[in-house]
């Protein structure tokens, strides 16, 4: 099969594997992993940011950012189709008990005119905005990238009005490998900042969350609560610092072979769009009276699998096992359906 439902489904290469089991392991929650600590402090030495703490999800990530900035009945700032709001089991609510303010925006972005509008007044009937989390890139806008100018407008918002920054950067190499930006202009922008290795740099688990050297000691308490604290974890850091020095300038293939699908799926009789592809993910809204199961059965049948990503839509996503010889094997196969 030919796997594009997400660039989570990778399994290490034979050098990531070496490297995950030629590593040096200790106790993590005894701060002792060697391995962990390097892969800590590598990071956080690339965003010029203080510390780093390694955790096993992203979710887990984005959860613990949101408890050390907020208290209850704080109020978080986000897109309607952000993955914090969205993708992690109501976690902001049960986890921290603050509410979200959802805003629209073009393909998942928001702007620092919109945050201003959306901050609430010193009122007992509102929640405190206390909180403002972007995403980049943006997975419900088809790998959209912010405009680090825009950034810079939220962050003087966020500045203005007391309010923390938070980046979901589940997919941030994407977007600075297209942009060619520095991680430490991102560094300095944001209060904390989160990172997955197991997505497109394709380690097979593992985030982790960067800040203050306050907000990480605060961050390994909450994870400790979240059960996030893992014994020899080296072996799994092992693989996330062969993915930065070895996977990260390879995503733009991937990006190429998305901008493919792009151009595929626009050629398709039962395709009536497709977002802009910026990065490696593909999103194509089928015409009327066809379904997203329609399509993801036709594909099945061709040996490829997609997921459906709401009503009359399509995800691919590109990643490091989808070579070129599976694009041409994608793209002769998905030309044989017929609406």
């Not at 509410?99 to 928001?110: E, F, H, Q, T």
């Not at 699908?261 to 497709?274: A, C, K, R």
């Not at 993801?296 to 096992?321: C, N, S």
Request: hydrophobic share 35%; glycine share 10%; net charge negative.
């Amino acid at each position: 099969m030919i796997d594009l439902r997400s660039d989570t489904i990778t399994k290490p290469t034979k050098e990531m594997l070496e490297a995950m089991m030629s590593a040096e392991v200790g106790d993590d929650v005894f701060g002792d992993d060697p391995t962990v600590n390097t892969l800590q402090k590598k990071i956080a030495e690339m965003f010029g940011v203080e510390d780093a703490i390694y955790c096993p999800s992203g979710t887990m990530t984005n959860q613990i950012a949101m408890r050390i900035h907020t208290r209850p009945q704080d109020e978080v700032i986000c897109h309607k189709y952000s993955h914090v709001y969205l993708y992690e089991g109501g976690g902001m609510m049960s986890n921290s008990m603050v509410s979200p303010k959802l805003l629209d925006g073009d393909r998942g972005r928001i702007t620092a005119e919109q945050v201003a509008d959306s901050i609430n007044p010193d009122d007992i009937h509102f929640p405190k905005s206390k909180l403002v989390v972007l995403e980049n890139t943006m997975n419900k806008g088809g790998g959209a990238i912010y405009d680090i100018a825009e950034i810079e407008k939220i962050k003087k918002v966020c500045d203005e009005n007391d309010l923390k920054l938070h980046l979901d950067g589940a997919r941030f190499f994407n977007a600075i490998v297209k942009t060619d930006e520095d991680p430490k202009a991102y560094g300095k922008l944001f209060d904390t900042i989160s990172i997955c290795f197991s997505k497109g740099l394709g380690a097979p688990v593992g985030s982790v969350l960067l800040g203050t050297s306050e907000q990480i000691k605060e961050g390994r308490r909450v994870r400790k609560v979240f059960g996030g604290g893992m014994r020899q974890a080296g072996y799994l850091a092992g693989a996330c610092i062969y993915a930065l020095d070895h996977h990260v300038d390879r995503l733009g293939e991937d990006h190429q072979r998305a901008q493919k699908i792009g151009e595929i799926l626009s050629e398709l009789p039962f395709i009536e769009e497709v977002m802009p592809v910026d990065t490696n993910i593909v999103i194509g809204r089928l015409i009327d009276g066809k379904s997203e199961k329609w399509l993801l059965d036709e594909l099945e049948k061709q040996g490829i699998l997609a997921v459906g990503f709401g009503k009359g839509l399509v995800r691919f996503v590109t990643h490091l096992d989808f070579d070129d010889e599976d694009l041409d094997h994608f793209t002769s196969s998905i030309r044989t359906i017929v609406a």
